[in-house]
């Protein structure tokens, strides 16, 4: 938009020649960038329209179906892409729109409010078509901006039949070509070191965790996550129909935009049998045991042998109990839930190991180059 | 100096206000900045688009020709306008597209610009 040019000469010392200190070009443009253009059809599926047996313009479209007509019944519509152009063959993505979210097998969280996707462990993010046409693509280079996380990439030249994995700002040659490019970028487990992790309590030892009536707790030191142990959490008592545990930690975490994962064990399927079907585990943080939220994890989201549980974040609290201060939480509660107050188990058939706060990781903007 | 996000968002919002319909046409010629109009527009495609949505510095065009609409045609170019003057915002070329009016499928079109600084 305007460009300056500044020269500041030193005219001291005892060589009367001056020279320039400093030459700056001053350069502010901007830029209307062309982004993608998706071109797509959409079939009438089984609507029916007023007024034909066939189509009709009935009045202006109040349903935002599509375009002027008025469709009565919106089943079975199916949209096809057809094209996807991208000016100079790259592809930009900036999250401000979910146009190019494969929404089917996202599982990380598509954030067009703040302008990125913010992943957690085990989670994938996944677009449609970023090119469809006529060229077969062989080679391309996918660039990515990221904040606290190694995520690992991939690109598919053929619609996401082959996923090839490929390094962010390095050039990839497909080895299935094709005409359909989409990118993919996945996290991995609490230790594939993918995300940024501080660990609450290793679950190595029993000291200072309490436990509820009907409870009792002991080291596991052959079956475990990380360290040296886990937890027994064994259900005794037929008091209730619960076992619990809690404790206050021996410092104190900022909660604030953050995930707890820990691992749940379930011996075999005699155990497993054990549990209630709704909310079977839940998960307690906050600041002691009157302000703190929970979590509720369900029997189907449990499996038998060692299940990474989580995330549990402000965005899928189940209850809150108190006023929890996300800044100080530095109690944590944890309770299994049997179908029945009769129902017992021992040591070796439910451990709990390695609960970890996670801050989630970022991608704020993704280029695909092609050729 | 430097253009503040505010500013942008100021022009995003002249730019998606004064747009307001898209338009097909069968021209096949590659697109180019001197162009001034589709070059062979469809004038039954000219239609209010379906939707103008704003995020942060962008603005995302939702165009549909409805099955009921347009002309039995191939349709290969496709812009956005100010239908009022009419000002030609743009020109794009794809592969063409065979349409038939009364048909069983509609066309959509979606189109994103993003405004930034260098």
Redesign the interface.
Known sequence: MSRDTANINDQLGEDPDVFPLLNANYNEALLIEEQSTLISSHTLGSAWIVGTSTNAIVGTNTGTVSGNQQVVGDADRILTVNQVINKNNIFRERFRFNVFEDTTNTTAYWDTTNNYIKFNLNQTAQSVSVYKGNSTVIKAKLTVTSSNITASYYLSANGGSNWESVTSGTQHTFTNTGTDLRFKATTGDIYDSVLSMTQIDSMDAITDWNYTPNTTISVNSTTFKEGTGSVNVNKTGVAAAFAGINKTLGSQHDFTGKSVYLWLYVKDATEYAKLQVTGSFTFGFGNDNSNYYTWSVDKADISIGWNLIGPFNTDNISSTTGSPSLTTFDFVQARLFSVASATTWTAGSYMIDDIELVTPGTISYVQVDYV | ???LNVG?NR?RDL?STDIDKGQLGTGSTVASSTNTALVSAESTTL??L??I?T????I?FDY??????GTSTTYRE?ELQSSATPYHY?R?V??G?SFTK?G???????????????
Do not use: C, H, W
């Not at chain 2, 549909?64 to 609409?69: A, I």
């Open positions: 100096m430097v253009m942008l022009i730019i239609l209010a379906d939707g949505t995020s942060d510095r962008a995302k549909v020709l409805p099955s009921t609409g496709f743009d794009i794809f592969t597209i009364d069983t499928e509609d066309i959509n079109i979606t189109k994103v610009y993003f405004i930034d600084q260098k």
